[in-house]
């Protein structure tokens, strides 16, 4: 099962390393890993999606609180409705000419923005659930998607 | 006046009652070294870092209180990370330093640069750099605070040149703000009061402990607890001294090494109460087979511990002497232990059973090859379990673990999570400054001797008298016995019959050295060697194929051992 963890860190030498290294040391699955500032500027956010039956997981929780210099830790699918979860992507796309207008089209179903045009490719970019950027990116992968970057998801819980 | 970062950090040490600091210099520590001449700091000159690193854990592990080691940028640190993670496997209080190069140069892979926090990160219960002078007391207060807390462990602070040549004003921080490190030292009451319905209607229960025991200093508890319910004890290596070793209801340590009835008994109870231990794969043997049968209570003060390796029926996370206080108290508000003893007693009758079955013994004949077991059983005998043992890795580590019943906490200084090879005799130097009026023996075989033999030097030179058991059977011994075991006896690069004269080198290196071919001979340098005033070296020549019983094969269930040769 896919989990997305919200884990609040303390800006200490090489945080970053001491949650990835849990990770790689311990065996455990990174699959996407997001570190932004928060409004404190000695604290960091780490967004981070792993893989695991609930034994696993429960592990990885306790080994992340074990780090000293983490402060928090969530786990949003223990409360999936609690959160706002939010990943943005840039997807690049050469399409052919006669396919420019449906890469339009779909770019606007999916509320995407054209971020950058010139004659041969689009740059769009879209926001929103991991489901609703894998569905874009297949309905593009036919009309000439070239390249892809995606942010890994954001969580965030809702209310207080 | 201000001072420098180098002042600072030795009125910082002088703040947390530090006795001494175990080191070896270099560049970028050569201001730290400097205070410490000024000062007239205590400082104990290893002659290998990780040797120095062994001398404060075993300084650490003999007393309870936090080790502490100073090493330099670069070589300096990296051959300290087998002495680090040697101390954060057994959970060892201890605050490492190490120099950096100036906060200027570190990322231009400048002269003895190595990154140090990214290199001990995974060997440490947290680390440092740091940056700013301005921040080095609090530092040093916080790195004490994380080793000795919780669930202790090395601390690593790393001091670039220019931090510690840095001018500031000292001033030591009363306390600390780390708010979201807040070890539970209390366990949880409903949690206990289940635990205690559970073992007391248990018909047959085990108690297996750990080294939690003797990190929480719960060992009066611990006694208490099995002295009230007459329950049969086990302990793991780390554990050792946690009760007294001659404790009648003691089973002796379980495990790859462990005491028959001890294996058993875990094997067939209906409530395992585990306390301060960790299920470690050289304890359970196969895990799905281990101690199927039982419900399992878990007090330990990580987490991590509970749940990781077997499932826990009744979690409890807190200090292990807070818990067993809590539910001692809880026990003696109940009635009478007598009905419970009565409940128990065909299960402790079978368990004595056992140990008539397969009882951790061996035969010496006067004329016969001399058995490290008889010179082990002996030291016991001569030392009443009333000393310090150190000991190395490897078979003689084992019979020394079978045979030393310590009668107290912090007697018994093994690496066991590690597993170290050349962690004895270093530590054994640690734990006599640490203990200068006790008697403090270092166990070791011919292989992890010789990993950091350059350390009698320092013995020497400090004229700490240990007394060294050296139990030479010219082989790495317990490599010997699994390829015999499990390779069909073919043996690969574990003959050390090209070693040095050992005798010359204790003269050599300005010890005593004594020799033993025989028992008669091993009974008398013991003797010698203990009423010798001095640092000794007494090598006890033995025969090179004999085995470590009982044994469980790797990865088999720990019911199943292996009792003997045939
Ligand atoms: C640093 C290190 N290297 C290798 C090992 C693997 N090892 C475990 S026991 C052992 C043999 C130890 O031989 P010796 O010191 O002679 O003791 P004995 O087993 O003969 O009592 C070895 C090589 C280890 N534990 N530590």
């Given at each position: 099962m896919r989990h997305t963890l919200s884990i609040l860190v303390r800006n200490d030498a090489g945080v970053l390393s001491r949650v990835a290294g849990m990770f790689s040391g311990r065996g455990y699955n990174i699959e996407s890993l997001n570190v932004a500032p928060t409004l404190d500027p000695e604290v960091s956010n780490v967004t981070l999606v792993t893989g695991g039956d609930d034994k696993i997981i429960e592990q990885i929780t306790k080994q992340l609180h074990k780090i000293i210099s983490v402060i928090a830790v969530t786990d949003e699918l223990e409360n999936p409705k609690g959160f706002v979860n939010r990943e943005m992507a840039m997807l690049k796309v050469f399409p052919k000419m006669e396919q420019r207008a449906e890469v339009l089209r779909v770019s606007e179903i999916f509320r995407g923005k054209i971020v950058h045009v010139d004659s041969k490719s689009f740059v769009v970019e879209v926001s929103g659930s991991q489901d609703k950027i894998q569905a874009m990116t297949e309905l593009l992968r036919p009309l000439g998607l070239k390249e892809l970057v995606r942010t890994g998801p954001l969580a965030m819980r809702r209310g207080n | 006046m201000t001072q420098n970062g180098a002042d600072i950090f030795v009125e910082s040490l002088k703040a947390e009652g530090v006795e001494v600091i175990f080191g070896y210099p270099g560049g970028a520590v050569l201001h730290i070294y400097d205070a410490i001449q000024r000062h007239g700091f205590p400082h104990i000159l290893c002659r290998q870092e990780a040797a120095g690193l062994h001398m404060a854990d075993g300084y650490a592990r003999s007393t309870g209180k936090t080790g502490v080691a100073l090493v330099t940028s670069g070589p300096g640190l990296s051959n300290a990370i087998t002495g680090i993670a040697t101390a954060y496997s057994d959970s060892i209080p201890m605050v490492i330093f190490s120099g950096q190069v100036p906060t200027n140069l570190i990322g231009t892979d400048s002269f003895q640069e190595a990154d140090n926090v990214g290199l001990t990160r995974p060997v440490s219960k947290h680390n440092y750099l740091v940056r700013d002078v301005k921040d080095l007391a609090a530092t040093i207060k916080e790195a004490f605070h994380i080793a000795s807390s919780g669930r202790p462990g090395p601390v690593v602070v790393d001091i670039p040149k220019d931090v510690s040549g840095a001018h500031y004003k000292f001033s030591y921080p009363d306390d600390i703000s780390l708010p979201h490190y807040q070890p539970r030292y209390e366990g949880h009451k409903g949690q206990i009061r289940r635990a205690m319905k559970m073992l007391l209607r248990a018909k047959r229960p085990v108690l297996y402990f750990g080294g939690g025991v003797v990190l929480s200093g719960a060992s009066e508890e611990m006694t208490a607890l099995v002295d009230l319910l007459k329950i049969p004890t086990t302990y793991t290596l780390m554990g050792i001294g946690g009760i007294p070793g001659d404790h009648p209801d003691s089973l002796g340590m379980l495990g790859m090494h462990g005491t028959y009835r001890a294996n058993l008994a875990v094997d067939e109870c209906d409530v395992l109460f585990a306390i301060g231990a960790r299920f470690d794969d050289r304890v359970t043997g196969k895990l799905d087979e281990f101690s199927v049968n039982s419900k399992k209570i878990h007090i330990d003060i990580d987490p991590t511990s509970i749940g990781k390796c077997v499932e826990t029926d009744i979690p409890i996370v807190g200090d292990v002497k807070n818990c067993l206080q809590q539910l001692l108290a809880r026990l003696h508000e109940q009635d009478d232990p007598a009905g419970f003893h009565e409940q128990i007693a065909p299960w402790r009758a079978r368990v004595a059973d056992w140990n008539n079955e397969h009882p951790i013994a061996y035969e010496q004949h006067a004329n016969g090859p001399l058995l490290p077991q008889f010179v082990l059983d002996k030291i016991f005998k001569m030392t009443e379990g009333k000393a310090v043992m150190t000991t190395d890795?490897?078979?003689?580590?084992?019979?020394?673990?079978q045979y030393y019943h310590a009668q107290h906490p912090n007697l018994w200084v093994t690496s066991g999570g590690l597993g170290t090879m050349g962690f004895g005799m270093p530590a054994a130097i640690g734990a006599q400054v640490a203990r200068p009026d006790d008697v403090v023996i270092a166990v070791v075989g011919d292989g992890g001797f010789m990993m950091n033999i350059q350390e009698l030097t320092t013995m020497v030179e400090q004229d700490v008298p240990v007394k060294i058991v050296l139990l030479n059977n010219q082989v790495l011994g317990m490599v010997r016995q699994w390829q015999e075991k499990f390779y069909d006896n073919r043996e690969s690069s574990?003959?050390?019959?090209?070693?040095?004269?050992?005798?010359?080198?204790?003269?050599?290196?300005?010890?005593?050295?004594?020799?033993?071919?025989?028992?008669?001979?091993?009974e008398q340098i013991l003797k010698d060697g203990f009423a010798y005033d001095g640092p000794v070296l007494m090598e006890f020549c033995t025969e090179r194929g004999t085995n470590c019983y009982p044994m469980v094969p790797s990865g088999a269930p720990s019911a199943k051992m292996l009792t003997s040769d045939s």
């Open positions: - | 890795v490897g078979q003689h580590q084992m019979w020394a673990a574990i003959d050390l019959s090209a070693q040095p004269d050992f005798m010359q080198l204790a003269e050599a290196f300005g010890l005593k050295g004594m020799q033993a071919h025989t028992a008669a001979e091993a």
